[in-house]
């Protein structure tokens, strides 16, 4: 299974997660749906189908708790029939994310899922870095480069 | 937000579709997806009505390559464009990183496109972000219409684009200006990040 992080803090939580909550897939994302870390996807692109999906089922609840008066709901959980899926918000340094859990239901359970997301998230929010993204200079040709991209995928 | 990562060098860029109802939004992805090969694109994923309104968001992802070492990708997002349906319109602009304004091109819709530029102005403000700051680019759709029946693009600039934002004719059904149009936001939401990022 793959594991990877665009944010490297995030790695070694969900590494551990992963295995001990022994979940097909995690994904952690920003609320707007851009994918922080993941594990078990094979293709990048699937992976932001699947956070899409996710942040819009949070956004959409959240919007109802508000229209209900009371705090966002802590999680979402359905069951099909081979799998389980888990979904949760909290928040960081970084602001609000979301990870995104699918499990088998013949090797975990929610209740596991449960038990270890909240462990998840107390690593992810010690490990979360408290200052700001450090900028660096993006290369001067990037506009050119970028519309010779932009021609080659539309083959043109 | 984008996300770009230094680290990994890789940047994700969230690219919203707004418009009225019908102007075109879904069949410019519809045409991106058919147009992209395979290896750079996603699944599409419509939530859509029985009857194909989109009821929640269109979503593809396409995968640009490497522009200067950076592994690009986009995220392109359709809202509903119904009236009745504002409350998910404004989740879906939560985190955007460059809207296209889909305009209907047919002169009787013109109150409709300036209903819906004043909704996006509203949204967004409603997610703290002044419209003026957002990276922008009108799309005027359906301009493959009778010319009796239709604004011209000098016409819907002067009525719609306050901005002088880049402003692209269309005919979405056939490709025509879909990809300039995509192009267009593109470079201005790269541009934008780029310049950001040596602040």
Redesign the interface.
């Known amino acids: 299974m793959t594991t990877r992080a665009v944010e490297a803090w995030t790695l070694q939580p969900l590494v551990k997660f992963a295995k001990e909550a022994e979940a097909r897939l995690v994904l952690v994302m920003t609320s707007a749906g851009q994918v922080m870390a993941q594990h078990g996807f094979s293709r990048a692109v699937e992976v932001m189908a699947a956070a899409a999906l996710g942040a819009a089922i949070i956004a959409s609840t959240a919007e109802m708790a508000k229209e209900l008066k009371q705090p966002p709901f802590a999680a979402l959980t359905h069951q099909g029939e081979r799998h389980g899926i888990f979904l949760a918000g909290f928040g960081t340094a970084r602001g609000m994310l979301v990870a995104l859990v699918v499990y088998d239901l013949d090797v975990s359970s929610v209740g596991l899922v449960q038990l270890f997301f909240e462990q998840l998230v107390a690593e992810l929010q010690a490990a979360c870095p408290t200052e700001g993204v450090p900028k660096q200079v993006l290369a001067a040709d990037f506009e050119r480069e970028l519309s010779d991209s932009l021609n080659t995928l539309f083959g043109r | ?8 060098r ?1 940047i ?1 860029c ?1 690219i919203v579709y707004y418009g009225p109802g019908r102007s075109g939004k879904t069949t410019n992805l519809h045409y991106v997806y058919g ?3 395979d290896a ?4 599409m ?1 419509s ?1 859509a009505t029985q009857t194909d309104r989109t009821l ?2 269109d ?1 593809l ?10 592994a ?2 986009f ?1 392109l ?1 359709t809202v509903p464009g119904q009236v009745y349906y504002n ?2 319109r404004r ?2 602009l ?3 990183d460059g809207v296209v304004f889909v305009a209907d091109s047919q002169a009787r819709q013109l109150d409709e496109n300036l209903e819906s530029l004043q909704n996006l102005q509203s949204n967004l403000l409603e997610h703290g972000v002044d419209v003026r700051t957002m990276p922008l680019a009108m799309q005027y759709n359906k301009q493959d219409l009778p010319r009796e029946l239709i604004l011209s693009p000098a016409d819907l600039d002067d009525a719609l684009n306050f901005r002088s934002v880049p402003s692209f004719a269309a005919d979405a059904l056939h490709g025509v200006g879909v ?1 300039e149009t ?2 267009g936001i ?2 201005l939401v ?2 934008r ?2 310049a ?4």
């Open positions: 937000m984008s996300l770009v990562n230094f680290t990994t890789e994700t969230k147009r992209v090969p750079r694109r996603g699944r994923v939530l929640f968001f979503f992802p396409i995968d640009l390559g490497q522009i200067s070492g950076f690009t990708r995220q997002y409350a998910t989740l879906v939560q985190g955007a990809f995509l192009k593109s470079e790269l541009k990040l780029a950001g990022s040596t602040a």
